[in-house]
């Protein structure tokens, strides 16, 4: 984890302008021995000699003391992925203690703070124990509580609010969940069609391409949208199987006209996950095992190669968005972590009878060896 270094600045912005230390202090007006002992760490400038200092060598003084209050988009990128590896490989408690130091240092960089909510979301659950879960649930909120106290930019606002309302809902707070996500969500708004409007501006000022990444960025987040809530539709409707069968097969039509194994392992994987519940507790066994296997196989995609968020040979122009995107194409979990998620889906109530099923054992144990 990154540290003030005053001291490591001070030497190489004096050896820039190859001043020795007793040139340096003569125009600040100390001791030889005082710029020594701040150069070898052993004691710090006074506060008020540091716009003197900082002017001196023309930099800021976040800079001279080496403090990133702000952070780049991907300084922010690059800081996610090493936490959450740490989640992944590190006992929770040090990779949380490591995210909450980061939290302190960069309280007023609101996207990175929203994006230490987001990695807490993601993670909590392996806390270890169900309360302690919920302790790091609540400090995710108190962050984008601090996120919407204080950041004046409405999109990360936005983005905070609907980060907030998932913490709430697993903090078992539903109604304020939806306090907060529904007036957001109302179809009949007229800011709902804001995306529709934007791509006839774009159309009508003859800027063409803009327009046709705006309708490929559209048909992308519904494609992941539809086949998303066609899992939440399994579930609601757990006791219907005409119902379910029937989301089943529209679902799967959709992700296979779009090629969306390919395009988007992680979501096909959660559909396919779901799907084999629905049948697997109706006790529609070889069903449930068909799509155990498309599970195992996205599980591979996600496991062997980069996970990485892309496009494909028919949205071929999401390159700029995704480069927009908070995280850039990274995937907001580690795989270490995808694989221990993978061996709690397979240690669903749902699929205690098939445990002694051989199909079953092959694709757990396909699923195990994968990691490896």
């Not at 990360?156 to 697993?170: P, S, T």
């Not at 990274?330 to 795989?335: E, H, I, L, N």
């Amino acid at each position: 984890m990154d540290v003030l270094n005053l001291s490591e600045n001070i030497i190489r912005l004096r050896h820039a302008r190859k001043l020795t230390q007793e040139e340096l202090a003569d125009f600040i007006g100390v001791t030889k021995a005082s710029v020594s002992k701040w150069e070898n760490a052993q004691s710090m400038p006074d506060i008020l000699l540091l716009p003197q200092l900082a002017a001196f060598f023309g930099v800021t003084i976040d800079e001279l003391m080496g403090y990133e209050a702000q952070l780049s988009s991907e300084q922010i990128r690059r800081r996610y992925g090493e936490l959450a590896k740490e989640f992944a490989t590190l006992p929770f408690e040090e990779a949380l203690e490591h995210t909450r130091a980061m939290a302190r240092r960069y309280y007023s960089c609101y996207p990175f703070l929203l994006q230490l909510s987001i990695l807490c979301w993601n993670h909590f659950m392996m806390a270890g124990t169900e309360e302690r879960g919920r302790q790091v649930l609540k400090e995710a909120v108190g962050w984008c509580g601090r996120i919407l106290d204080g950041c004046s930019d409405v999109g990360v606002c936005g983005d905070a609010l609907v980060v907030k309302a998932g913490l709430m809902l697993h903090l078992g707070k539903a109604k304020e969940a939806i306090e907060i996500l529904l007036p957001a969500t109302d179809p009949s708004r007229i800011a709902r069609q804001d995306s529709a409007l934007l791509i006839q501006a774009y159309q009508m000022a003859g800027e063409l391409e803009d327009a046709k990444s705006h309708v490929q960025i559209g048909q992308y987040a519904n494609l992941l949208t539809l086949v998303g809530h066609g899992g939440m539709a399994l579930s609601l409707y757990g006791n219907d199987m005409r119902r379910c069968e029937e989301t089943i097969k529209r679902t799967t039509g959709v992700m296979e006209l779009f090629q969306l194994e390919r395009l988007h392992p992680n979501a096909a994987a959660q559909f396919y996950c779901q799907a084999a519940i629905a049948y697997a507790s109706h006790g529609e066994i070889e069903k449930a095992l068909g799509f155990l296997r498309k599970f195992e196989a996205c599980v591979h995609a996600l496991l062997d190669g980069e996970i990485l968020l892309q496009g494909d040979g028919y949205f071929d122009l999401l390159d700029a968005w995704i480069e927009r995107l908070p995280l850039g194409n990274m995937a907001p979990r580690d795989k270490g972590f995808i694989l221990q998620s993978v061996q709690e889906i397979l240690s669903h109530p749902v699929f205690e009878g098939l445990k002694g099923n051989g199909e079953f054992q092959k694709i757990a144990r396909n699923l195990a060896e994968g990691g490896k």
